[in-house]
DNA sequence: TTTCTATGGACAAAAAATGTCCCGCATATT
DNA sequence: AATATGCGGGACATTTTTTGTCCATAGAAA
């Protein structure tokens, strides 16, 4: 419920965030540190002394803390408030500061941690969903061409997009030829949902995947497929989840080969067809049309979307080596589980 | 829960408070007046247009509203969120603005509302007292004089009342002399209990009601009265309750012509010993020593202390001679109530 | 006593918010 | 068909606020 509350406040008034946070943590900081003067608390809290003077005045005039000769300390009623707040504001805060540190750590442009695990609460998905709808909405620009990837993750997007203004003009593409028996989760269908979803246009395309090596040749030239790869050079935005590189390789029917590649180029991620290494290495690539990584590197707007901790290690594997650009929505669950690795491994 | 939420916000970034009722209310009018523009917008909830345009460009950064050639439109989202913030946000949003209208309808300087009604819950009074003693710990300053009435609200205060730095320089003294029976509830007794709250000095003073007139005479003469009657001239702060004319009567056991008096002169509240009527004029006063309302009005800081439905006419009975100065902290069961009588008068 | 660190005052410089235009455009009205 | 109204958005000079930074001074500790 307070949870719910503080997500509808971080909508409505953004600003005030950053400013509680600022609050609430230099209280937490005044609480633990006992009297503390402006200075020093500048430096824990690492805030110009005129910032930590501001927090410093604003909280006296709250009465949470009392302000004396020998710095400033916490009174009753402000260890009130920070037991009050503590759950709430810890459980807000602490994804936000994960977001923060998987950001700089994976070198993305941002990463967004929605409450939860979509492993063990499936309602999360749809969390994801919407958030990446909005960042989806939010920086799209006019008269572009989105390509989108199959999954369930992505398909838990399109129904937060409602009609928006330069909408009509978007053209959704399919980012790869069909995966497997699953019509539901298909590149081609999921990219007609989001077409749907916002009034906008979308190419159909479908690549038969299991064909022989010289059907392929044949079917690379034909014209759909031509007209598809140029597509994908003009591609502005691609919406794509990451998959479990074990997983997919089932989901797929893969051939004994195959799993062999997989297996012995420790596979672990799997995004648009690719299959990648810890180090983000592409260990194995499916023989279909898409977009290539060496495109995804041109495309401006990039958004993954992968959720559960289970997923952790599969996202790790594909961040590796993902453009700087990306976005990343996920959850809590695969992000804590993220950064439980990449401790480990350091 | 979320009404907790809310106070404690209000107490960590009281900045941010009136611009999130301000964008709140802005979407709820969006909400209602269909597609609305910037100008119209402002005129309706009282913006410049630059301040409308800042609202309505938060909205839409925010998601919850569309802002096409027409106006602006709520989108789904803004309902949800309208929705999903309605109860809690109105109900904050309604005392915020109830409390704003008792100020400028009475003129006087604040009106402080807490939530509740103490008719009902008892212990709303303990929430009256608790802001109370914050305006008073915030607003009193150095070695000043603060005289305080009887009565169960003032009482709340002092337990919320820590010791603070200026306290010590403090002089507690009863605004009158004693009362009735009830102990507990007498001036002395209170003004005795604020000290001790917060490490400060008092005097005290009895002054025996029940005597002769011959006897009052006689006694306005002793020192310990004269005493007194110059720390009336001094005082820098009051703190005081309001009572029910005919509660108080029956209370004090006030005689058959006092009694008549009250009736005849229609009297409803009463403060300091003073009854008044319905237009604020002084009907009867008990024959003691205490502060006068003449002085009152040399008073900087006056702050009047009242809850309950039950007390909303002999609050207006008092507020409609009150000086302007005065702080009054009131519950909704009271301040409700107090709108219901004025806007039934007009 | 000396030294250290604290607060609070002060103030110029920088940054942000505001009021107020105008423009082009769509829609409603005459 | 012509006109008027109301819309969003751009632009800009002018406040208003915030920020960085210095100094004076007062307790606490050494």
Redesign the pocket.
Known sequence: MNSDFLEAQRKLVP?MMDLMQQRYSALKIIDMNG???????GQVAR????????V??AL?DAGLIR??????SVTEEGRQMLSSLRTSMDDWSGRNTLARYLEQTIGIRKVIVVPGDSDVTSSVKAVIGKEAAEQFVTLIGDGQIVAVTGGSSVAAIPPFIGKFPEAERLRFIAARGGVGEDIGLQANVISALFAQACGATYSTFYYPETLSEEAHEVFRKEPAALEMMAQYEKTDCVLHGIGDAKKMAAMRNSSDEELELLEQGKALGEAFGYYFDENGNVVYRLRTVGIQTEQLEQVPLLIAVAGGASKAAAILAYMASAPRQTILVTDEGAAAEMQRILRKNT
């Open positions: 600003e009297p503390i003067g402006r200075r020093q608390l805030l110009s002394e005129r910032e930590a003077r501001n410093l005045e006296r302000i004396e000769k020998e710095g400033a």
